[in-house]
């Protein structure tokens, strides 16, 4: 079964950083997009980030522009997402998901895999 990784949540203070990573063994990363979504507690997945196949584009939700930026480590076959001044209404279980074409669809339901999750709480 093809699963992704996600991994670098914890708890950390207001106006702190964390860096997710997202990985796998199964294929290239490189080749798909991969989004990262979030999931606060009583809201529905919302998409955070997109970096589509071969960093032709990135997108980010309106709520973490200048803060976050989704990038790549094709040697290690992984995508980051660094989040830096960070919000109590960041708090969410992080996941990233990876899209066969490439192109950072809008809908959810097009991405192909998806990661167990990372949880983020930021709190003081």
């Known amino acids: 079964q093809v699963q992704l990784v996600e991994s670098g949540g914890g708890l950390v203070q207001p106006g702190g950083s964390l860096r997710l990573s997202c990985a796998t063994s199964?294929?290239?990363?490189?080749?798909?997009?991969i989004g990262w979504f979030r999931q606060a507690p009583g809201k529905e997945r919302e998409g955070v980030s997109c970096?589509?196949?071969?960093?032709?584009?990135?997108y980010y939700a309106d709520s973490v522009k200048a803060r976050f930026t989704i990038s790549r480590d094709n040697a290690k076959n992984t995508v980051y997402l660094q989040m830096n001044s960070l919000k109590p209404e960041d708090t969410a279980v992080y996941y990233c998901?990876?899209?066969?074409?490439?192109?950072?669809?809008?809908?959810?339901?097009?991405?192909?895999?998806w990661g167990q999750g990372t949880r983020v709480t930021v709190s003081s």
């Open positions: 199964a294929f290239t990363l490189n080749d798909y997009a």
């Open positions: 998901a990876a899209e066969y074409y490439g192109l950072c669809p809008i809908g959810q339901y097009e991405y192909d895999y």
């Open positions: 970096i589509s196949s071969s960093d032709r584009s990135t």
